[in-house]
């Protein structure tokens, strides 16, 4: 998902991407409804929103993502650090979907990543939630970029403080990675919390994925495991998993 720098441009001033999101991600012209339930021992702190929690017994609608804090690594080698930068270190995320409040049926998935504390106002950050579409190829190994070979599709984000940028980047084995203007997901960062909202009709279908913040050369990724394969899912969604693996 995070691919080398020179992808992701840094503008000089960075426009807020989701004016209408509040803290809680959650768009003032849409009074939807969040449906939690906790998939792990720990129970997800929802940001405030105008949404009403409601439980599900029948499935499954929250997943939780945990990850250690110290553990972040050099994006270009891969090498663990000895020191994560403060404000890069991801402690976890949670995934919930948003429900059309007339029809009750998921309209946007909400994505919001913990970091260790709130970035500094003039750190410059880029990241967000990539997926492995099984219905397409998955991006090359790359030598000097770690977090290359993993998925395909990645809905990401610069930032710098509370301002950022949404862009869709999707992989093509004919002409590499490419931006893609025609989307209608957005971001916003609030203190330590990034929120990333993807309409439901974006998400590849039956494809796992990962989430990665990146100071240009200390990375955190949560959603991986010891092979570099995502296992992040959708809460529900995905039966049976679906195996990413690599060009050669």
């Known amino acids: 998902m995070l691919q080398m720098p020179d992808r992701f441009p840094v503008r000089p001033v960075l426009l807020v991407a989701a004016l209408g999101l509040i803290a809680g991600g959650c768009r003032e012209n849409r009074d939807a409804t969040v449906v939690i339930e906790a998939l792990t021992l720990r129970t997800p702190t929802v940001p405030p929103a105008t949404r009403t929690p409601v439980v599900m017994a029948t499935q499954p609608t929250t997943a939780l993502l945990e990850d250690g804090l110290g553990d972040g690594f050099n994006c270009f080698t891969g090498q663990p650090l000895t020191e994560t930068p403060p404000g890069v270190d991801i402690s976890g995320a949670f995934v919930v979907f948003l429900l059309n409040p007339d029809t009750g049926e998921p309209e946007e998935v909400l994505f919001t ?17 990539e997926f492995a579409d099984t219905a397409r190829a998955i991006s090359p190994l790359n030598p000097q970029w770690h977090l290359d070979g993993i998925g395909n599709q990645n809905f990401s984000f610069t930032a710098r403080g509370p301002d950022a ?4 980047h999707q992989f093509d084995p004919s ?18 919390q990034i929120f990333i909202t993807v309409p439901v009709g974006e998400i ?16 955190d990724t949560v959603g991986l495991d010891e092979n570099r394969q995502p296992t992040g899912q959708l809460p529900g969604i995905l039966d049976p998993l679906a195996t990413a693996t690599s060009l050669p």
């Open 113 to 129: 990543m913990e970091l260790d504390q709130a970035p500094a106002p003039n750190t410059a950050l880029f990241g967000g939630v």
């Open 165 to 168: 940028v949404p862009e869709l």
């Open 175 to 192: 002409s590499g990675w490419s931006a893609n203007p025609n989307t209608d997901f957005g971001v916003e960062v609030d203190g330590n």
């Open 204 to 219: 590849p279908a039956n494809s796992l994925f990962y989430i990665a913040v990146s100071d240009y050369t200390a990375c």
